[in-house]
């Protein structure tokens, strides 16, 4: 039998929501209904729900596919989150998501569901690449495969931008106040770079309307964490062990969790808090620290485990001489975090070592080594770039990219191929070929790539060297050799 709310009185009742979801209506818009919005906003709405009410339930749109607004549908938008840990596994089931939607069958659904005045906030996990945002210039990229499109038929729009401001468009025309629009991806100053992308799409397709949008939408960062591998059979299994029921739609994920956000929500939020959600004036510290230290640390993990042939996280941690780059990596990165009252760094990096090497959880360094080039500016470039200007040793960032340029060959060290699942992967193929064997060659013509190393540090010789004698290492003597150098 299958999990939705005719059956949801079957499940075990401290696995139950802690309030009936049908008494709730629904105040939020989110965009990107990946396993990391069910394991994180929706997770922390669901207890804001149960502990202080409030029509806050989600309308949660999935841009792209169609499978997960699928499942979700089948069983009233009901799915059940294990999370897994040292102490075994503790299963909930999630009821806040009141109406999943599949854009690419409903395209007039987010639109339409953002001109309607319950909503007050919109939320979106769509991955960096998908907003087509020029971060350097801090303005709409109009090259972006799906800006073009949407500029071209910005009233019949299908990605991010477009979707947000034809929502607005229909919102204002209605007379409804403004909402607040709250970006949850792992970019720095996500609010601020999400208000400028916005504007100048808005701007290109209606003056006036941009400048609503300027005087009127609140755009407040916010930094959130939970590391949660894409779920497999094996977490539909575990959730129907678990439950007594069957759930297409359930999500794996681990214990911690943490959503840092700027409290700036004129038309009202949820009790967030009541999940554990901290609320400070300003965001950029903790995505700082978060950004460098978790998630580049996450990439140095993924690219140098990847090609030492690890599947998992946990098995690269497995190994002494990979964890102990790892945690040199969270060292250099936490250096340049600066004091925070609210955090120990110490043992927030003691944590991550931890977290990383959760064995219940199946992280695959291959997910993670996804969009090299829409993670390595954020990641490893702007604390290479720092630490080259501070005069600190670049080396465990020079690894780090060095790793990156060994994956982006698209071989690995047994000659198989594999797709780089990278939105400039075509760009990429074409720097690479014919140069894979010679690290300089391969370094320069990646550093090369328009846009994506900051010249003062591709021009930099000190980080070049560093970079080149590390990739030489890999590429002539393979990662594990290149690793125990480094360790040594
Ligand atoms: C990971 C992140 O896939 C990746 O690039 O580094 O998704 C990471 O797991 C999350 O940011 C953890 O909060």
């Known amino acids: 039998m299958r999990l939705d709310l005719s059956t949801l009185d079957q499940v075990p009742a401290e696995m139950r929501p802690g309030y009936d979801p049908t008494n709730h209506g629904t105040g939020i818009l989110h965009l990107g209904l990946g396993a990391f919005h069910r394991a994180h906003q929706a997770a922390y709405t669901d207890t804001a729900l149960a502990q202080a009410g409030g029509d806050w339930r989600v309308a949660s749109v999935s841009l792209r596919s169609t499978d997960t607004a699928d499942a979700l549908g089948e069983q009233d938008g009901l799915y059940t989150l294990i999370e897994r840990g040292a102490q075994g596994d503790r299963a909930r089931v999630i009821a806040s998501v009141a109406e999943p939607i599949a854009a690419a069958r409903e395209p007039e659904a987010a639109p339409a569901k953002l001109a309607d005045a319950a909503i007050r906030i919109v939320t979106l996990t769509v991955t960096e690449k998908a907003y087509g945002i020029d971060r350097q210039a801090m303005d709409v990229d109009p090259d972006h495969a799906q800006v073009a499109a949407d500029l071209a038929a910005p009233r019949r729009p299908e990605g991010v931008l477009g979707v947000l401001t034809e929502g607005l468009r229909r919102r204002r025309e209605a007379g409804h106040a403004a909402p607040t629009i709250l970006c949850c991806d792992n970019l720095p100053e996500n609010g601020v770079l999400l208000r400028a992308g916005l504007l100048g799409f808005a701007r290109r397709v209606d003056p006036d309307l941009a400048e609503w949008i300027a005087q009127n939408v609140a755009f407040p960062s ?104 790892a945690d040199r990596h969270l060292r250099a990165a936490s250096r340049q975090v600066g004091r925070l009252e609210e955090i120990d760094l110490g043992a927030y990096r003691a944590e991550l070592l931890e977290r990383f090497s959760n064995p219940a959880i199946a992280h695959r360094t291959y997910q993670i080594a996804a969009d090299g080039t829409q993670k390595l500016p954020q990641r490893l470039l702007a604390p290479a770039l720092e630490a080259v200007k501070a005069g600190d040793n670049p080396a465990a960032f020079a690894f780090a990219v060095a790793a990156w340029m060994r994956f982006a060959t698209g071989r690995n060290e047994a000659g198989e191929s594999y797709a780089l699942n990278d939105p400039r992967e075509d760009e990429i193929r074409a720097a690479v070929e014919g140069r894979d064997a010679d690290a300089a060659a391969l370094a320069g013509a990646l550093m090369d790539l328009p846009g994506l190393f900051p010249r003062t540090l591709s021009g930099n010789d000190g980080f070049r060297r560093a970079v080149e004698t590390r990739l030489a290492e890999m590429v002539g003597n393979g990662m594990d050799a290149a690793v125990a150098r480094e360790a040594e």
């Open 222 to 325: 916010s930094m959130v964490d939970r590391i949660t591998p894409s779920p497999t059979d094996e977490t539909k299994c575990r959730a129907t062990d678990l439950l007594g029921l069957d759930d297409a739609a359930a999500v794996e994920t681990e214990p911690f969790t943490q959503w840092v956000i700027e409290d700036r929500f004129p038309a009202g939020r949820p009790a967030w808090e009541a999940a554990g959600a901290i609320f400070v004036e300003d965001v950029a510290p903790f995505e700082r620290m978060k950004l460098r230290m978790l998630n580049g640390a996450h990439s140095l993990i993924a690219y140098a485990g990847f090609l030492a042939g690890h599947e998992f996280v946990r098995d690269v941690m497995a190994e002494p001489a990979l964890a102990g780059l």
